[in-house]
C-alpha cells in the first residue's frame, strides 16, 4: 500500500490528554493523527519509532530564550514542526517478507523575538528542515516466527545533524509452539560536531504453552544509547533482569471462565557504572467469571533502599529512595450490557517522610441504544509527602516534600444517525496542584537533609479544560465530509484551589482558545472516468 500526505493539517485530531509533568523524564503521548496510525503496523518493530517525533516540539524550542537579546521577549515560539510531506510504503510478499519505507520532512520553523522598546523583532530558528527516514525489514518464518531489521535516520542540513538507529527483532519458536526465545538489538549513532554511539540488547527465553509458563529476560541499554531523535525512550543507561511464573487456566471451571496468576522478581542496575537502582517483587491475580465481569488484583514490594540518578537533575548525583509497598484492584463488568462498570482502587505506602497516597477512578459507560453510547469517567489521586526535584542553584540541589492531588474528570458521548453519519463529543477537565511542607538538601549520599533556604515555595494548581466535537458524514465510498470544533482553556496559578467546583469556576472565568474547521474529502473512480469518457 502507498500512502502520501502533502502540506497535511492535522488540526482535525483528537487533544492531547496534556498533564503537568514533575518527573524529569518527557512525558510520551499517543499518536491520534490518521496518517500515523493507518497501516503502520511494520513501523512498530523493535520499538525505535514514536511518531510524533515528526511534526512535534521543535528541538531548540527552548532553546531560543538564550539568544534574546536585552530588552527583547518571546513573542511567538511554535509548538509544532510544520510538516511538509509524509509518505509510506508497506506491504508483504508471498514468501512472507513484509516491507516498509517511511518518509517525512518538516520545513523551518521560526520563533519570533520581540524588542519591547523599540517595537521591531526578528526570527530565531528552533529547528531547521529535517528530513526523517525508516526502512523495515520483517520475515515470516517457520512456527510463527519472525525476524525483522530496521533503520531509522535523521537528517538536518542547517547544523549538518545526523542520527541513525539500527535495529532488529526476532522471536523464534519451537516446534510444538512450547518455547520461544526473543529479542531486540540496536544500535544509535548520532553525528554532530562528535560522534556519540550506543547500543541496547533485550533478551527473553520464555515457555508459552501450557498451564504452568516463565520467562527470564535481560536488557541492557549502554549510557549513550539514544533512539529520541526519532523513537522514544525514558532513560537509558540501565542493567536490568528478572524472572516471570504464571499459571493459567483456559478452561472454565468452578464459576470462572479463565484465570491467571503472576509472580515476578526483578533488579535494575545502571550499566555503567555499575550501581544499584532498585529490586522489586510483584504478584498479580486476574479472572474473568460467568457473567464476564474482569477483575484484577495486583501487588509490588520493593523489599531495599533504592537509588534514583535522575530525579535531582544533575549528572552524578543520586537520591536514596524508600521501601515501597503498592497494591491496585480494578473491575470491568460485561460490555455487551446496557450499562457497565469500570473502576480501580490502589493505595501505596513507603517508609520514609510518612510518605502514602491513594488512586481510585470511576467509569460507567451507558448504551442508550445502537446509536448512542456515553462514557463517563472520574480519577482522584492523592499523595502526601511526595519527595522531588525542586531546585539548582549551582551549588546545593533542594528537594521538596509536597501535597499532590490530581483530579481527571472525562465525557464520552458517541452518536450514529446513520450508518454513515456520526458525531462525537469529547470533554476532559484536568486538575493539579501540589502545596510544599518542606525543603531538603541533597547530600553526596543520596540522603537528604532538611533546610531552611527556600523561604518563598513556589506552589501551583494548573488548570485545563479541553472540549472535541467532531461530526463526520460518509456521503459516498472513500469520501467523507469532517466538521470539527475544539476548544481549550489552560489556566496556572500560584497558589492551589482545594475545592473541586472553584476549580471550575476558575477555568470558565480564564481566556478560551476555539478552532473551527471543515474536511472535505471526495474519492476520485480513474477507471469510471475513463468509462464516462469514452
Do not use: C
Request: charged share 20%; glycine share 6%; net charge neutral.
Amino acid at each position: 500500500t502507498l500512502d502520501i500526505t502533502l502540506i497535511p493539517d492535522f488540526g482535525q485530531v483528537r487533544s492531547d490528554d496534556k498533564v503537568l509533568n514533575l518527573s524529569p523524564f518527557e512525558v510520551k503521548y499517543g499518536e491520534a493523527r490518521q496518517f500515523f496510525t493507518e497501516g503502520t503496523e511494520l513501523f512498530g518493530k523493535a520499538g525505535v519509532f514514536y511518531s510524533r517525533r515528526i511534526g512535534g516540539l521543535p528541538v531548540d524550542y527552548y532553546k531560543v530564550y538564550d539568544s534574546l537579546r536585552t530588552n527583547e521577549t518571546i513573542d511567538r515560539n511554535p509548538q509544532e514542526a510544520k510538516l511538509i510531506n509524509a509518505s509510506k510504503i508497506s506491504g508483504r510478499f508471498a514468501n512472507g517478507l513484509g516491507v516498509g519505507f517511511f518518509n517525512a520532512m518538516t520545513g523551518n520553523t521560526y520563533a519570533e523575538a520581540l524588542d519591547t522598546l523599540t517595537g521591531n523583532r526578528r526570527r530565531l530558528l528552533s529547528q531547521g528542515f529535517t528530513n526523517y527516514n525508516m526502512v523495515v525489514f520483517d520475515q515470516n518464518l517457520p512456527n510463527n516466527s519472525y525476524a525483522s531489521i530496521i533503520n531509522t535516520n535523521v537528517y538536518r542540513p542547517d547544523n549538518s545533524f545526523v542520527a541513525n538507529v539500527s535495529a532488529t527483532e526476532f522471536n523464534l519458536k519451537s516446534k510444538q509452539q512450547t518455547y520461544s526465545i526473543s529479542g531486540v538489538g540496536a544500535l544509535s549513532q548520532r553525528f554532530a560536531d562528535s560522534v556519540q554511539r550506543g547500543f541496547k540488547s533485550n533478551l527473553t527465553l520464555s515457555k508459552i504453552s501450557g498451564n504452568f509458563q516463565w520467562n527470564i529476560w535481560n536488557n541492557i541499554e549502554s549510557k549513550y544509547y539514544n533512539p529520541n531523535d526519532l523513537g522514544y525512550l525514558q532513560s537509558p543507561n540501565e542493567f536490568s533482569s528478572g524472572v516471570n511464573l504464571a499459571y493459567k487456566v483456559f478452561e472454565p471451571f468452578w464459576k470462572l471462565l479463565d484465570f491467571e496468576a503472576n509472580i515476578q522478581f526483578s533488579n535494575s542496575y545502571l550499566y555503567s557504572p555499575r550501581n544499584f537502582q532498585n529490586q522489586a517483587i510483584s504478584l498479580e491475580l486476574e479472572f474473568t467469571d460467568v457473567n464476564n465481569f474482569t477483575g484484577n488484583l495486583a501487588t509490588s514490594y520493593y523489599p531495599t533502599y533504592g537509588y534514583d540518578y535522575y530525579e535531582p537533575r544533575v549528572e552524578g548525583h543520586k537520591f536514596r529512595t524508600p521501601r515501597v509497598f503498592w497494591i491496585q484492584w480494578w473491575g470491568s463488568s460485561d460490555y455487551r450490557k446496557t450499562i457497565a462498570l469500570d473502576h480501580s482502587f490502589s493505595i501505596w505506602v513507603a517508609d520514609m517522610f510518612n510518605q502514602n497516597g491513594y488512586y481510585y477512578s470511576i467509569s460507567p459507560r451507558v448504551r442508550f441504544s445502537d446509536r448512542v453510547l456515553t462514557i463517563y469517567s472520574w480519577a482522584y489521586q492523592l499523595e502526601h509527602n511526595n519527595i522531588g526535584y525542586y531546585d539548582y542553584d549551582g551549588t546545593n540541589i533542594f528537594f521538596g516534600s509536597r501535597k499532590l492531588v490530581t483530579i481527571t474528570n472525562t465525557l464520552n458521548v458517541q452518536f450514529a444517525f446513520t450508518a454513515k453519519s456520526f458525531l462525537n463529543i469529547r470533554a476532559r477537565h484536568y486538575v493539579r496542584n501540589y502545596s510544599y511542607n518542606q525543603f531538603f538538601i541533597l547530600n553526596s549520599d543520596g540522603t537528604l537533609s532538611e533546610t531552611n533556604l527556600v523561604s518563598s515555595p513556589n506552589n501551583m494548581n494548573y488548570n485545563l479544560l479541553n472540549i472535541d466535537m467532531f461530526y463526520q458524514w460518509h456521503f459516498a465510498p472513500g469520501s467523507e465530509l469532517v466538521f470539527a470544533w475544539k476548544n481549550q482553556v489552560e489556566d496556572i496559578l500560584d497558589n492551589p484551589i482545594s475545592r473541586y467546583f472553584d476549580n471550575i469556576e476558575d477555568i470558565f472565568q480564564s481566556p478560551q482558545y476555539n478552532s473551527l474547521s471543515v474536511k472535505f474529502l471526495y474519492y476520485i473512480d480513474y477507471q469510471m472516468l475513463r468509462k464516462l469518457k469514452s
